[in-house]
T-cell receptor, first 113, second 112 residues
Framework: GESVGLHLPTLSVQEGDNSIINCAYSNSASDYFIWYKQESGKGPQFIIDIRSNMDKRQGQRVTVLLNKTVKHLSLQIAATQPGDSAVYFCAESPNTGGFKTIFGAGTRLFVKA | DGGITQSPKYLFRKEGQNVTLSCEQNLNHDAMYWYRQDPGQGLRLIYYSQIVNDFQKGDIAEGYSVSREKKESFPLTVTSAQKNPTAFYLC???????????FGPGTRLTVL
């Protein structure tokens, strides 16, 4: 997962545009990846997950892409809305989650109306 | 209405006092976890419990204690031994110890 100290990377997008949030994961043995959304002062919400035997998975307005060669994960949000403003972070695990999950620090998404 | 609840949402305590944070889930999950979140950092695991009456230290267990007497409850005590307790504390649960975790709303602890 990523570690960026006190200040998170920030992405600012116009309402209606697509957003792409990136994550570089650390462990080549990781088999399972999750994206969470965390609004200010709230707990993280599960968005979408992907196993290492896949390179793409789609949900409602969201797509996760996995590139195992360069250990890179991305979250694409289509037609970004003001309610999408939050911190997004990725998590990696050697199996399907659980106590060995490693969480990244996240990226802050601002959506301009 | 299933889910994970944490209480209180905000907690203020004086230095040197122990404080207990509540976490309850009605999802029938076996595994529960406590994390600490500090600004600009990823979640750090404090303690986890695979099943009732069992719990294990995570990466930053010093200064914390837990109990798991009931499946649905996993309270965390922040003791006076914790050097820097001010943080946002998150509880999570999963069906079992190797499954996707779902989080509660968090408790923000401020030590004055």
């Amino acid at each position: 997962g990523e570690s960026v100290g006190l200040h998170l990377p920030t992405l600012s997008v116009q309402e209606g545009d697509n957003s792409i949030i990136n994550c570089a994961y650390s462990n080549s043995a990781s088999d399972y990846f999750i994206w969470y959304k965390q609004e200010s002062g709230k707990g993280p919400q599960f968005i979408i997950d992907i196993r290492s035997n896949m390179d793409k998975r789609q949900g409602q307005r969201v797509t996760v892409l996995l590139n195992k060669t360069v250990k890179h994960l991305s979250l694409q949000i289509a037609a970004t809305q003001p309610g999408d403003s939050a911190v997004y972070f990725c998590a990696e695990s050697p199996n399907t989650g659980g106590f060995k999950t490693i969480f990244g620090a996240g990226t802050r998404l601002f959506v301009k109306a | 209405d299933g889910g994970i609840t944490q209480s209180p949402k905000y907690l203020f305590r004086k230095e040197g006092q122990n404080v207990t944070l509540s976490c309850e889930q009605n999802l029938n999950h076996d595994a529960m976890y406590w994390y600490r979140q500090d600004p600009g950092q990823g979640l750090r695991l404090i303690y986890y419990s695979q099943i009732v009456n069992d719990f294990q230290k995570g990466d930053i267990a010093e200064g914390y204690s837990v109990s798991r007497e009931k499946k649905e409850s996993f309270p965390l005590t922040v003791t006076s031994a914790q050097k820097n307790p001010t943080a946002f504390y998150l509880c999570a649960s999963s069906i079992d110890i190797a499954d996707t975790q779902y989080f509660g709303p968090g408790t923000r602890l401020t030590v004055l």
